[in-house]
C-alpha cells in the first residue's frame, strides 16, 4: 500500500498543466527484444510454434518438436507439440518453461499474445544464451532443459503432456513464466507445495542481492506451474508487472473481501491479457531484457544451491 499511497501523493502534487514525460528510449537490445516479440502478434498457435523454433535456430540451437495428441472437450482432439532445447550435460536437470500459444477472442480472431505469453517465450530465449555461454565457459553436472509449452491455454496440456514421458527423478527445479513484456515487479506464487521451499529460498535471495522488487502470492493464479508441483516436483511461476499493477493484483487475489480495491475491480493486467488489449504497446524491451538476466542468474543459482 505505501507505492499506491505515495503515487497518489505525486498526482495530488504535480501542476495540473505539466508536460507529459517523454517516454525512456529502448536500447538497441531492447528493440529487438521488442521485434522478437512482434513476431508472435496475431499469429495462429502452430504459426506461433514456427516462430519459436525459427526464433531458437537463428540462435544457434537445435530445437526439437515433441507432439502430443490434446485438445479438450470444448475443442475435441488437437494435435499440440512442445519445443524443447537442452544445455550441457548431467544427472540432473534444471528446467525452464514458457507457453508460446494464445487464446481465440470471441469474434474469432487470436489474441496478439505479446504479454501473455510472447514475452515470457523471448526472455527464455534471452536465459537460454546467457545459461550456454556460461555453461561454455564451466561445464556444472546440471542440464538446462528449455520447454515451451502448447495448448496450456486449453488446460496445461503441453506441459501434462511433456512431464508424462520424464524421469521426474531428474528434476531439480522447475522455473516457469507467464505473463511478462513490461514492468519492474516480479511476481511469484508461494503454493506451489513444501517440495519447493529451496526454490522459493533461492527466489528470495536472489530478489535480494540484485535489488529487484519482487512481490510473494500466497495464492497466485494458476500456470503451466500446477502441473509440476501436483506431482512433487520443486517448481515457481514467474510474472512481471509495474509495482502498482503488482499490488492490485496481490490485493484482487490475497486480501480477502476488505481489500480495499472498488467493488469489481479488475486488475490492469487482466483486462489486457486474454483480450483484444493483449497488444504490443504494452511491451517494454528493457524490461523483458532485464527480466531474462534475472531468470538466467536464478537458473544457475538454482543449480548451485543443490
Not at 505479446?114 to 526472455?123: E, K, M, Y
Request: charged letters at 20%; a negative charge.
Amino acid at each position: 500500500m505505501l507505492i499506491q499511497s505515495i503515487f497518489a501523493l505525486s498526482l495530488l502534487a504535480a501542476p495540473q498543466d505539466a508536460p507529459a514525460v517523454a517516454a525512456p528510449m529502448l536500447t538497441p537490445e531492447g528493440q529487438a527484444i521488442e521485434a522478437a516479440i512482434q513476431a508472435y502478434a496475431g499469429k495462429t498457435n502452430d504459426e506461433r510454434r514456427e516462430v519459436v523454433v525459427s526464433q531458437l535456430r537463428a540462435q544457434g540451437f537445435n530445437p526439437q518438436l515433441v507432439p502430443f495428441e490434446g485438445g479438450n472437450q470444448r475443442t475435441g482432439p488437437r494435435a499440440g507439440a512442445n519445443v524443447v532445447i537442452t544445455i550441457g550435460e548431467g544427472a540432473k536437470d534444471i528446467v525452464l518453461t514458457g507457453h508460446f500459444d494464445a487464446v481465440p477472442l470471441a469474434d474469432g480472431t487470436m489474441s496478439q499474445g505479446v504479454i501473455d505469453n510472447a514475452g515470457s517465450v523471448v526472455a527464455l530465449m534471452e536465459v537460454a544464451g546467457l545459461v550456454k555461454d556460461q555453461v561454455e565457459q564451466a561445464p556444472g553436472p546440471f542440464r538446462y532443459v528449455f520447454v515451451f509449452t502448447d495448448q496450456e491455454e486449453l488446460g496445461l496440456i503441453g506441459a501434462r503432456e511433456w512431464l508424462k514421458a520424464q524421469d521426474k527423478t531428474r528434476i531439480a527445479a522447475v522455473v516457469n513464466m507467464d505473463v511478462n513484456g513490461y514492468g519492474e515487479t516480479l511476481m511469484y506464487g508461494e503454493n506451489v507445495g513444501e517440495q519447493s521451499a529451496f526454490v522459493l529460498r533461492a527466489m528470495r535471495t536472489q530478489c535480494a542481492e540484485m535489488a529487484f522488487d519482487c512481490m510473494a502470492f500466497p495464492m497466485y493464479p494458476p500456470s503451466d506451474d500446477r502441473v509440476f508441483s501436483a506431482a512433487g516436483v520443486p517448481v515457481i511461476s514467474i510474472g512481471s508487472q509495474d509495482a502498482a499493477g503488482a499490488h492490485q493484483m496481490w490485493l484482487a487475489f490475497n486480501g480477502g473481501e476488505a481489500n480495499g480495491l472498488a467493488q469489481g475491480f479488475v486488475p490492469p493486467v487482466f483486462q489486457r491479457i486474454h483480450s483484444a488489449q493483449d497488444t504490443m504497446e504494452w511491451v517494454e524491451g528493457d524490461e523483458v531484457l532485464r527480466t531474462a538476466r534475472f531468470i538466467a542468474d536464478l537458473a544457475l543459482r538454482l543449480a548451485r544451491d543443490q
